[in-house]
């Protein structure tokens, strides 16, 4: 099987290449992006939840964009506020007035121990350019003047949306500079050169910059709204897919120089070698990120299209731009290790000692790396799912620190009160059904047009927490048993339980039409069905595992409560389609060696020729995975951790020891229904020859 590839028999076609790439790049960066679209609720969510419904309908009400930012004053040990903090606190709630919409704000309302002052300062939130400003003055002039011992703190909605700004502030540019800076190191130790690793690295920075400029031309034609956490995972994940295809093709482009006097030809025989490896990989990868299109969750899509891209463009980098490269500067590049004809291989000798002692107990090792993987498994036994918003950041901002001294003193919904929205002639019967709710501390009527109302619910329970969302259930199901009121229930909390629903919904959708496809392009790739269905039961193994092993290092060193909603989905979808990656390295090189010798040969040969460049890419995957724990969100922490523990395994024990053992138990039997029986030879081309027929 054949794919087409870059042309660089002579150093002006490298040059050609490389030229026309500079035109290319250049061309898309002097596109202009188009505008930004802007999701139908802030959510994200289609409307077939009640919490994007009633967000729709509040923007027929005349209070539709404003929110309140609610000043939270409280003394900083805890005490009763004095007669000198309340004059305090009155007149602050004068001076903010003039940021209020309507250029008043309500007088302060105290809590019945006397610890905590709240005063409300609407905000318009039509425009979010300004609401950051905004919030940044209502601070400012309720911080002024205190007494000692009197602090400050906003939150409400406006406040923890930009804090949330605020805190990815620098966060894209500091995700680059630490992912290429682990690549650099990472790419230096495995060359042990002062010049080789400058090519691969160049190459995957463009291919980062060209995907982010991508995305931006190509997301608002689909209706695509990328934000920074999708715009993170895709910068990683471009730089971990990009490099590994380096890592794959220097590798055989090296043992061809061993081989070939002419590098030009060496290269051309890698690239057929690796080829089918690295598109049947970018295409698995591809098509798994897809599926997320088809989520319910916006941001989910945005990973999913961004992340997409950004895998094609990888591949392109890896196939056309990084050999082109690569052949320009010589065999001087590999400097000082600079590879010789006739050279003995240095790499393999570890995975082929490896190798040689598992062919020799492929029962015992395994059974034990099964039994490995099991208990590292059992670790996810009652892993929680469901982070509450105070548990959202690695460090919690003013809005956050706020929310919980409010919580201390009012009922914990009082920041984040529900809002059921019907029809004006329905209030009164909404406000009686409401208030028979089990945790509703008070109903309210509240903004009205001619067709829409609203009744504000505030709630006992801690908002995000299991609590709140039972309250937002029974609070469901008691409105909507009013004869016509058409009464749906939306606010910050059951948002985020609508979120929840969507997310576990999404996996049910998503992660099964993921095993299906990686189980296809395995079967295509391998001809076999047996090996395509052990190796995505290795996979998923590895997955568990890695679960298991995380969750115990959220819950006892990190102690984490719980997972993010999209944690388990986001985690499963990258080891499954990342961890074929590696699959595919091997399985295909044992397949192509065993035409030729047989199937425990094979991958003896195999192992002993890509364990150093799948060790070597599966720790440079797992250490950028890492690097998402430099952004503020607990959930992308979590995604990178549990993704480098997997890809870990998956490259230390399950790609280099459980699958090899497997292939020594079953020999022949691995390719089945397909025969690989030995009977064949590679032809200096590269080809696989057997029976007279290119295989």
């Known amino acids: 099987m054949s794919f087409p590839t870059v042309h660089v028999a002579r150093r002006r076609h490298a040059f050609l290449v490389l030229g026309l790439v500079v035109l290319l790049v250049g061309a898309i960066f002097a596109i202009p992006a188009p505008a930004k679209v802007a999701p139908l609720v802030s959510s994200g969510l289609p409307t077939s939840y009640q919490s994007a419904e009633a967000e729709l309908r509040q923007q027929a009400l005349p209070s539709n964009g404003v929110a309140p930012a609610i000043v939270v004053y409280s003394s900083t040990d805890g005490a009763p506020l004095t007669a000198d903090d309340k004059a305090a606190i009155t007149a602050r709630a ?37 609401v950051g400003p905004k919030v940044t003055e209502i601070r400012a002039t309720a911080a002024a003047d205190l007494p000692a011992g ?59 910059q060209v995907t982010t400029k991508l995305v931006a031309l190509l997301a608002p034609h689909f209706g695509i709204v990328v934000d920074p956490s999708a715009a993170g995972i895709t910068s990683v994940l471009v730089f971990g ?49 897809l599926a997320l299109l088809l989520a319910q969750q916006e941001n989910l899509r945005a990973i999913g299209f961004s992340s997409a891209v950004g895998v094609v463009v990888a591949m392109v980098s890896g196939l056309f731009v990084l050999p082109a490269a690569m052949v320009v500067f010589g065999r001087g590049l590999f400097w000082p290790f600079v590879p010789h004809v006739g050279d003995a291989p240095r790499e393999g000798r570890f995975w082929g000692r490896v190798g040689e002692a598992v062919r020799r107990r492929p029962e015992l090792v395994g059974a034990a790396a099964t039994g490995l993987l099991v208990v590292m498994a059992l670790g996810g036994i009652g892993v929680q799912v469901g982070l509450s918003q105070n548990d959202q950041f690695r460090v919690k901002p003013e ?30 019967a909404v406000v009686a059904a409401a208030k028979t709710v089990d945790g509703v501390v008070s109903a309210t009527p509240g903004a009205a047009s001619a067709d829409v109302a609203q009744v504000d619910v505030v709630l006992s329970g801690d908002p995000g927490s299991e609590g709140s969302y039972d309250q937002i259930r029974a609070l469901r199901a008691a409105v909507g048993d009013v004869p016509g009121a058409d009464a749906v229930v939306g606010g910050d909390v059951a948002q985020r339980l609508d979120a929840k629903d969507a997310a576990l919904r999404d996996a049910k959708v998503v992660i099964p039409i993921v095993l299906v496809l990686v189980a296809l392009v395995l079967v295509v790739l391998l001809r076999s069905l047996l090996a395509a269905a052990l ?25 984490y409560p719980a997972l993010d909603n999209q944690v388990l989905l986001l985690s499963f979808l990258f080891l499954v389609a990342l961890g074929v990656d590696y699959n595919i390295f091997l399985a295909t090189r044992a397949r192509e060696e065993a035409i030729v010798s047989d199937t425990r040969d094979g991958m003896l040969t195999a192992l002993r020729a890509t364990g150093g460049v799948i060790t070597s890419a599966g720790i440079l995957l797992a250490a950028v995975f890492a690097v998402l724990g430099v952004l503020p969100l607990i959930a992308l922490a979590q995604v990178g951790i549990i993704v480098c523990v997997g890809v870990l395994l998956d490259t230390l024990l399950v790609r280099t020891v459980l699958v090899p053992a497997l292939a020594f138990i079953l020999g022949e039997r691995f390719w089945w229904p397909s025969e690989v029986d030995g009977q064949g030879h590679a032809d200096e081309e590269g080809h696989v020859v057997r029976d007279e027929l290119t295989v």
């Open 94 to 130: 004068a001076a903010l007035a003039p940021l209020a919409v309507g250029g008043q704000t309500a007088p302060p309302v105290y809590s019945q121990d006397g610890t905590v002052a709240v005063v409300a300062v609407p905000v318009d939130t039509s425009d979010d350019a300004k």
């Open 150 to 208: 009197l602090q400050a703190q906003v939150t409400g909605g406006p406040a923890i949306i930009t804090d949330l700004t605020k805190v990815f502030e620098g966060a894209d540019t500091t995700l680059l500079i630490a992912t290429a800076s682990i690549v650099a190191l990472l790419l230096l130790i495995t060359y042990r050169s002062p010049w080789l690793w400058l090519v691969p690295l160049l190459v995957v920075g463009i291919a980062e």
């Open 241 to 289: 897919a990009a490099t590994d295809y380096a890592l794959l093709l220097i590798a055989r482009y090296r043992d061809r120089l061993r081989q070939e006097d002419s590098r030009f030809h060496a290269m051309q025989v890698a690239l057929r070698r690796t080829s089918e490896a690295i598109l049947a990989s970018g295409l698995t990868v591809t098509l798994s990120l």
């Open 399 to 428: 809005a956050v620190l706020g929310q919980e001294t409010l919580s201390s003193a009012f009922p914990a919904g009082a920041s984040a009160p529900a809002a059921i929205l019907t029809n004006p002639a329905s209030v009164p």
């Open 535 to 559: 190796l995505v039961a290795t996979v998923l193994g590895t997955f568990f595992a890695a679960l298991g092993v995380s969750w115990f290092v959220f819950e006892h060193v990190l102690h």
